[in-house]
């Protein structure tokens, strides 16, 4: 008894009902901020365990310690004219009160009034995934045809408006595996899944769907079509009109406008387009070109139909990134196939993605995002755009527009390699890093090679760039058929200051890659003394830009120039980005005009710029081969602003940039004694992670089976520790 007296006396409960409304309104403030990304998500758990540690501490010092009018003393040392624990007793109440009304308006504001992120919660109410429909028909040939049912159901209602519909990629990737439809939905975070099977035996056709409420794990609507296969076009009008029906009902939508599922009547160009589209997903060269070929036999059976002149488009520009085609025969070849599809039907979603590609090749960016907006106006769900748009914005340094397209493509798509990689990627640089891990690891199962890829990458962070390599080597060995894993390797090894074994790649790259491969590490006369380049400069202005940069570095100043400002005025439109028209190629712009006597400010200016831009748009990272700090530092140095600009850099590569040295027309700044600690940092942390990474390849390398480092590589290493 008299221990809770003298608890009271001593105001230790009110201490403690004070530091728990306290740490609750902390908890709440740190919530907020993780929202904002204005701290990482990852603070949480450090966070809890300083608050439960704290709690005794503070209950200890209550005890033990009073507070008087003058100060805190040990409370046996308080004289009793100098105690006041009434006073202090209604002081706490006072600030109990206050911090707990604090704390539950932050709880409101966090619950219920704060903006809703870009991606919707589990489950939003008016989302939906149509799975691949099963071949019943006993023939492996028909698979393509199921699959085409399936997907011109999707198509159908991606178009509608009060819809979310996840895109092939994500929800045929269940097809073969056995997974129940709740996993499926949460997953995919869908309220709605259909699923449904086809059967084509001789001249009958059976269609069965069915329209699944997933997260009750009920069926809202199920039928079943057996009709003579020359019905399949009434067949999937009559399925589509159902499930939208049924799905209009569920959700409350009042619309009563009829569905349409088929752009052709045409039995042979229906079936050669679904064809088509099979082989177009899987992304091979062998596929895409089999692709085109059934686009052809499908705008020869029909040549109105739109959809197959527009798919036809796309898959010649597709072709370009698979190596199967020039860019120019391309462009040559798709541009009256997507102009004709505009034309027998203006509202093609499909027409006008084709046409705002093909602009990609021209730069137009007027033109290619006039076309992508009204894709996406006529079809809402379409995610391959919201990744092309991303590529437009990205490209002429809208990053907050980028980053928000990046985001929306993954919602729609979340099973998608590409659409993944990139949103990751995006929040990886905004040190988002828990939440770009998460979102990754969606990959594991899919897409093995580029989760590991990733996942190294991700590690990188802080100059880690062994994690890198060694990441990349673990792709290589998961997807030995891809040899393109090699160029990425090439960059890891270039920070970890392995040049010999950067040229070695060749053996995997082929002899045609050596020119770019010395690109890699500063080798430019020897890359311009077997390059075509010097006798045929290329074409384009982005192509020409490089050429100017190769011009640069081997000093060649007065070659350089007019290949570099054409490409600052007419491909950069005196914009620098990321991406179309990065610093490397303008810093060396600054260095050629200076030598000619001519004013460049500019372009110092414009680097400036596009440092404002990225942090506005929240990308802070400094990492190996992208750094806001170290485009800041170089656009102070170059402007005269010589200490703030070294710091700035000293800043990016002790956090991980990597410093291209071979850089020949940035010699005049590695030359400053001022800029010698900032390589000899960079010298460390090369040092550090070179040992790291073979210290795992040169001894038992479990990597041999894809790539094996140079003997004298390892000698070396060896050689090294020994001494």
């Known amino acids: 008894m008299r221990v809770l007296q003298e608890l009271r006396r001593r105001n230790v409960h009110r201490m403690a009902a004070l530091y728990l409304a306290g740490a609750w309104l902390v908890s709440q403030v740190a919530g907020v901020l993780v929202d904002l990304q204005a701290v990482p998500s990852s603070i949480g758990k450090p966070l809890l365990a300083l608050m439960v540690l704290g709690f005794p501490i503070v209950l200890a010092l209550s005890w033990f310690y009073e507070l008087t009018p003058d100060r805190i003393v040990l409370d046996k040392d308080v004289q009793r004219e100098h105690s006041i624990p009434h006073l202090t007793r209604r002081r706490l109440d006072f600030v109990v009160i206050a911090v707990l009304l604090a704390a539950v308006l932050l709880f409101a504001w966090h619950t219920w009034v704060r903006p809703i992120a870009s991606v919707p919660p589990a489950h939003a109410e008016n989302t939906v995934a149509v799975l691949a429909f099963d071949n019943m028909s006993g023939d492996l040939d028909q698979e393509y045809f199921s699959d085409g049912v399936a997907e011109q159901l999707l198509d159908t209602l991606a178009k509608e408006p009060w819809l979310v519909v996840k895109s092939r990629t994500s929800s045929f990737a269940y097809k073969g595996r056995n997974v129940d439809i709740p996993t499926i939905a949460k997953e995919l975070r869908v309220s709605h899944v259909i699923e449904g099977s086809v059967r084509r035996d001789g001249d009958r056709l059976r269609v069965t769907a069915q329209l699944i409420d997933a997260v009750n794990d009920t069926h809202l609507w199920s039928d079943s079509i057996d009709r003579d296969s020359a019905s399949v076009f009434a067949i999937q009008d009559e399925v589509a009109a159902a499930v939208v029906k049924a799905l209009r009902t569920q959700l409350g939508i009042e619309d009563d406008r009829p569905v349409s599922v088929v752009g052709t009547r045409n039995k042979e160009a229906h079936d050669a ?58 462009i040559a070849r798709a541009t009256p196939h997507a102009q004709l599809a505009l034309a027998l039907d203006e509202n093609s979603p499909e027409a006008h993605a084709a046409l705002g590609l093909l602009a990609m090749r021209t730069l137009d960016v007027d033109l290619m995002m006039r076309h992508f907006h009204r894709a996406i106006e006529l079809k809402p769900s379409y995610s391959i755009v919201y990744a092309w748009m991303a590529l437009v914005y990205g490209g002429t340094g809208q990053y907050k527009d980028e980053f928000a397209a990046l985001g929306k493509a993954s919602e729609l798509d979340p099973l998608s390699m590409v659409a993944t990689t990139n949103y990751s990627y995006a929040l990886m640089k905004r040190k988002r890093f828990d939440e770009a891990r998460r979102l990754i690891e969606s990959l594991a199962m899919i897409a093995p090679a580029q989760h590991a890829q990733f996942m190294g990458n991700l590690a990188d962070t802080g100059s880690n760039w062994s994690s890198s390599a060694l990441g990349t080597l673990d792709a290589m060995l998961i997807d030995q058929d891809d040899t ?64 100017g940069l190769v011009l640069a570095n081997v000093g060649d100043f007065e070659r350089a120039k007019p290949y570099l400002e054409e490409l600052w005025v007419s491909s950069c439109e005196r914009t620098v980005t990321e991406s179309w028209c990065y610093v490397p190629q303008i810093t060396s712009l600054v260095f050629v005009r200076r030598a000619a006597g001519q004013d460049a400010s500019d372009i110092i200016a414009g680097i400036r710029d596009n440092v404002r831009r990225l942090e506005e748009a929240g990308v802070v990272l400094n990492y190996r081969d992208e750094s806001p700090d170290f485009s800041a530092g170089i656009a102070d140095y170059l402007d005269g602003k010589r ?49 790291i990474f073979l210290e795992v390849v040169c001894n038992d390398n479990p990597y041999a089976e894809v790539w094996q480092p140079l003997d004298s590589t390892c000698e070396t290493f060896q050689q090294g520790d020994r001494d």
């Open 273 to 330: 387009y679904l064809r088509g589209r099979y082989l177009l997903a899987q992304r091979t060269n062998r596929s895409i070109e089999a692709a085109i070929q059934a686009f052809r036999r499908a705008v020869d059976s029909d040549p109105n139909f739109a959809a197959a002149h527009a798919e036809l488009a796309m898959a010649w520009r597709l072709f370009v990134n698979v190596g199967g085609i020039r860019s120019d025969d391309a």
């Open 484 to 547: 393109s894993w090699a160029w990425e390797f090439a960059n890891g090894l270039t920070s970890l200051g392995l040049d010999d074994e950067v040229v070695g790649l060749t053996s995997i790259l082929g002899d045609d890659a050596l020119g770019f491969l010395q690109m890699h590490i500063g080798l430019y006369s020897e890359m311009l003394a077997n390059s075509r380049w010097n006798s045929n400069p290329p074409k384009g202005a982005r192509n020409r830009g490089a050429f």
């Open 643 to 691: 200490e703030a600009g070294l710091a700035r850099m000293q800043k990016a590569v002790e956090e991980g940039y990597f410093v291209p040295v071979g850089e020949h027309y940035l010699q005049p700044m590695f030359d400053d004694p001022g800029f010698t600690p900032i390589l000899a940092i960079q010298k460390e942390h090369q040092a550090r992670e070179s040992a």
